[in-house]
């Protein structure tokens, strides 16, 4: 490296929350251990998004900044309309966090990153992107009902397009969906790798083998909006319950709609038996549920490549999912179904629940997909990318050597 000191500011579409003495914390993925995967290329990281001030750290919150990281606090705004009310101080934060020098990676397609794109783009400076969900499908007309929603699909379709094709390194989510419709230039450096995080106590200790019906399903997700698919899990389970099917479902996460999901269960007849844990504190405590759990259902109607599907896969969990984003490049045909149907989820539910062969060569099957996800063999992958990100950066007059 040639003792150049090089700072990267990664933008994202998170929320984080921080106290008075700037303090970050997520309840995510986008932890500090997340974050120290950039530093194996770069001295500095700088995280940029949008964060809230807080008196207390609610349970589940976990430190983002660290040793080498650090967080620049976007002033909050919710949706593409609040982003527009707020579109002069988000970009002023912007322009004044993220200095010409640094390197630029920006995550899509969410609106922080396109606009930092934008900006980058205007300043005739160089950037990186990671696309990790389709705007396609995320404004889709069963994802988001607004009456400017085709107008968001489409505007924010063509500028992850655009973007992708400016940029000057590329990394996917997924291997094959999300390359097909947000192609790179055939010069540029492009990547499909997972930005999921499977350590070796992610794993399980083998495939499992089924001898009775797969009765507790799980399903790990925000209750944020209507995305991971919560309300057709529990409308289906309650139609397979009504057929005499003893099934129970466990949902991880919190968020904005859990007292609706959890009216829709008692209004449905199934509230005894749909459990809601709330946001757990650490990924250990999601394993264990993983662990306790027969299958896992993913029923979203949009995706990148979830990392909670690798995750169960991982423990060697049988799997079903919708036929969106990634989750084809994971699970076999058999188990997918469409986004939003819950007589689909209720039928590939009960086919896969109550036959125990099917049940253990699909856990097999998880199980050693899910070893191609680990990190001591992505890690090489996003390596790869992060230098290529930093040769393109240009070595200007704002750079440090020691």
């Not at 700037?22 to 309840?27: I, K, R």
């Amino acid at each position: 490296m040639g003792g150049l000191i090089l700072r990267v500011s990664i933008v994202l579409e998170q929320r984080f929350i921080h106290t008075a003495d700037g303090a970050t914390f997520d309840d995510a993925h986008a932890t500090y251990a997340h974050w120290q995967r950039y530093l194996s290329t770069f001295e500095e990281v700088q995280v940029v998004g949008r964060s809230q001030l807080v008196q207390e750290v609610p349970p589940g919150y976990r430190r983002v900044d660290g040793p080498g990281v650090t967080v620049l606090p976007v002033p909050f705004y919710q949706g593409p309309l609040g982003l527009l009310r707020r579109w002069p101080q988000v970009s002023r934060a912007l322009l004044r966090g993220i200095e010409p020098q640094d390197a630029v990676i920006v995550r899509l397609a969410g609106l922080l990153g396109h606009l930092a794109g934008s900006l980058r783009f205007w300043q005739r400076q160089p950037f990186a992107v990671e696309v990790v969900n389709d705007p396609y499908e995320v404004y889709g007309p069963g994802s988001m009902h607004h009456p400017l929603r085709p107008v968001f699909q489409q505007g924010l379709t063509a500028l992850t397009r655009w973007q992708c094709r400016k940029a000057v390194a590329v990394q996917y989510v997924t291997r094959q969906a999300l390359q097909r419709r947000y192609p790179a230039r055939s010069e540029q450096a492009a990547y499909g790798v997972s930005d999921v995080h499977l350590p070796p106590a992610a794993f399980g200790s083998g495939p499992r083998f089924y001898t009775r019906p797969a009765r507790l399903a799980v399903l790990v997700g925000r209750l944020e909006q209507l995305h991971k698919g919560a309300d057709v899990a529990i409308a289906a389970l309650a139609h397979l319950r009504a057929r005499g099917h003893d099934l129970r479902l466990r949902i991880v996460g919190d968020g904005l709609l859990r007292p609706d999901l959890e009216r829709q269960a008692q209004q449905a007849g199934v509230g005894s038996f749909v459990e809601f844990t709330g946001q757990r504190s650490t990924p250990a405590e999601v394993r264990q549920d993983l662990r306790e759990a027969d299958l896992f259902l993913m029923p979203s109607r949009h995706e990148g490549l979830p990392r909670a599907l690798v995750e169960a896969m991982a423990q060697g969990l049988p799997a079903i999912g919708s036929e969106v984003g990634g989750i084809p490049e994971l699970l076999d045909a058999a188990h997918l179904v469409k986004p939003g149907h819950v007589d689909d989820l209720a039928r590939a539910w009960q086919a896969l629940a109550l036959d125990p062969g099917t049940l253990s060569r699909a856990s097999a099957r998880n199980y050693h997909l899910a070893q191609t996800y680990a990190d001591d063999v992505l890690d090489a992958q996003r390596t790869a990318f992060q230098r290529a990100v930093r040769a393109a950066t240009p070595r200007g007059p704002g750079s440090v050597r020691q």
